[in-house]
């Protein structure tokens, strides 16, 4: 619509991203802040809160009566924000927009399962789950190369030019990355604001590189390869805004829990910008700390299975750190300062090349 009011009464200003983006930021931080209040009254008195699993550490089983499933609010703050300001005409918008729907929906129907049967946090199958990840990243990923005739080519850090042009195999590649960073993110989503801000400074990381290699001076300048993404920066912005409102009732202690609804879609939503940034090898630094989370549920049923012997006294990590007996705020406000530097890193070998 915004950008309409640029085309129709000639507003320049409006034509530019960074203000649209701007825009966008402030529309999904308010409709969030406006909304998340309302849902956590409603969530509370129909009893929509959040199942703890029994082998959690004993100081979660306080979190029971939170809210949870905080993530359709943001999220379809960010769509209303993102729809309200975008180009509509721009495809790798629209795909970003597909993806947000796509794996909320899923996040959604697990969330709502957990709710219902409130026990052990049984929600969808795990397989039937993956099954629905892989469909949804695969409509996107057939969506980015025979709709959006997307760019098949694999680039490396520090490189100046692809290594390679993967064809169909980048289907491939761009289900395992979609696939694995949602559930990494939803690995991560453990305790108040731990997925949170680490998923902000990625989002910031990436409106950065995107911006970048959708305007055609700055890409030639910094050697990036150059495509017309630049209004999936729009996006990313309104879900910085939404997740800041949302930060804002779950930093600790946790008045609402994004739950499978929010860290599934942003998952999937990180890999959708890596991989139209031609960032997929840069994820692993820029999402360093769903990175850790997800090696150290590896490692753990690994070792157990091969081994029968744990490496850390709980995984994910952050609750290996809470059996040590951290406190919640050390854990999350360490686990931050390690996301923060990593994306600088990240931001830094842009110029290497």
């Given at each position: 619509m915004i950008?309409w009011?640029?085309?129709?009464?000639?507003?320049?200003?409006?034509?530019?991203?960074?203000?649209?983006?701007?825009?966008?930021?402030?529309?999904?931080?308010?409709?969030?802040?406006?909304?998340?209040p309302?849902?956590?009254?409603?969530a509370q008195?129909?009893?929509?809160v959040?199942?703890?699993?029994?082998?959690?550490?004993?100081?979660?089983?306080?979190?029971a009566s939170?809210?949870?499933?905080?993530?359709i609010v943001?999220?379809?703050?960010?769509?209303?924000?993102?729809l309200?300001?975008?180009?509509?005409?721009?495809?790798?918008?629209?795909?970003?927009?597909?993806?947000?729907?796509l794996?909320?929906?899923?996040?959604?129907?697990?969330?709502?399962?957990?709710?219902?049967?409130?026990?052990?946090?049984?929600?969808?199958?795990?397989?039937?789950?993956?099954?629905?990840q892989?469909?949804?990243?695969?409509?996107?990923?057939?969506?980015l190369?025979?709709?959006?005739?997307?760019?098949t080519?694999?680039?490396?850090?520090?490189?100046k030019?692809?290594?390679?042009?993967?064809?169909?195999f980048?289907?491939?590649?761009?289900?395992?990355?979609?696939v694995?960073?949602?559930?990494?993110?939803?690995?991560?989503?453990?305790?108040?604001?731990?997925?949170?801000?680490?998923?902000?400074?990625?989002?910031?990381?990436?409106?950065?590189?995107?911006?970048?290699?959708?305007?055609?001076?700055?890409?030639?300048?910094?050697?990036?390869p150059?495509?017309?993404?630049?209004e999936?920066?729009?996006?990313?912005?309104?879900?910085?805004?939404?997740?800041?409102?949302?930060?804002?009732?779950?930093?600790?202690?946790?008045?609402?829990?994004?739950?499978?609804?929010?860290?599934?879609?942003?998952g999937?939503?990180?890999?959708?910008?890596?991989?139209?940034?031609?960032?997929?090898?840069?994820?692993?630094?820029?999402?360093?700390?769903?990175?850790?989370?997800?090696?150290?549920?590896?490692?753990?049923?690994?070792?157990f299975?091969?081994?029968?012997?744990?490496?850390?006294?709980?995984?994910?990590?952050?609750?290996?750190?809470?059996m040590?007996?951290?406190?919640?705020?050390?854990?999350?406000?360490?686990?931050?300062?390690?996301?923060?530097?990593?994306?600088?890193?990240?931001?830094?070998?842009?110029?290497?090349?």
């Amino acid at each position: 619509m915004i950008y309409w009011l640029h085309d129709f009464f000639n507003i320049h200003i409006l034509g530019y991203i960074s203000i649209r983006a701007g825009i966008s930021f402030f529309l999904a931080l308010f409709f969030t802040l406006t909304a998340l209040p309302i849902f956590i009254r409603w969530a509370q008195r129909t009893s929509n809160v959040q199942p703890i699993n029994k082998w959690a550490p004993e100081r979660h089983k306080e979190k029971a009566s939170t809210p949870t499933m905080g993530g359709i609010v943001f999220i379809f703050s960010t769509i209303l924000a993102s729809l309200l300001t975008i180009k509509l005409s721009n495809l790798y918008a629209l795909g970003a927009i597909l993806t947000l729907i796509l794996f909320t929906l899923i996040g959604f129907q697990d969330d709502f399962a957990k709710i219902r049967k409130n026990e052990n946090l049984a929600g969808l199958k795990a397989k039937t789950k993956l099954i629905l990840q892989v469909i949804s990243a695969l409509l996107i990923s057939f969506f980015l190369c025979f709709v959006a005739d997307f760019n098949t080519d694999f680039y490396l850090p520090f490189l100046k030019h692809p290594l390679v042009d993967m064809g169909a195999f980048s289907l491939i590649l761009w289900v395992i990355v979609i696939v694995g960073t949602s559930n990494a993110v939803n690995l991560t989503d453990g305790l108040d604001g731990l997925a949170s801000v680490p998923s902000i400074v990625a989002l910031c990381t990436f409106s950065i590189i995107i911006y970048a290699i959708g305007h055609i001076k700055i890409s030639a300048y910094l050697l990036l390869p150059h495509f017309n993404i630049g209004e999936v920066v729009i996006i990313a912005s309104a879900l910085i805004g939404a997740l800041f409102a949302f930060l804002w009732y779950n930093c600790h202690p946790a008045e609402i829990f994004m739950g499978d609804s929010g860290s599934l879609a942003i998952g999937a939503f990180l890999a959708y910008l890596a991989i139209t940034s031609k960032s997929e090898v840069l994820l692993i630094l820029i999402g360093s700390i769903f990175v850790i989370e997800t090696l150290s549920v590896i490692l753990q049923v690994g070792s157990f299975k091969l081994r029968k012997k744990r490496i850390f006294l709980m995984a994910p990590i952050h609750h290996h750190f809470e059996m040590k007996n951290w406190s919640e705020n050390k854990i999350i406000v360490r686990f931050w300062i390690i996301a923060i530097l990593s994306n600088i890193v990240a931001l830094i070998s842009l110029k290497i090349r």
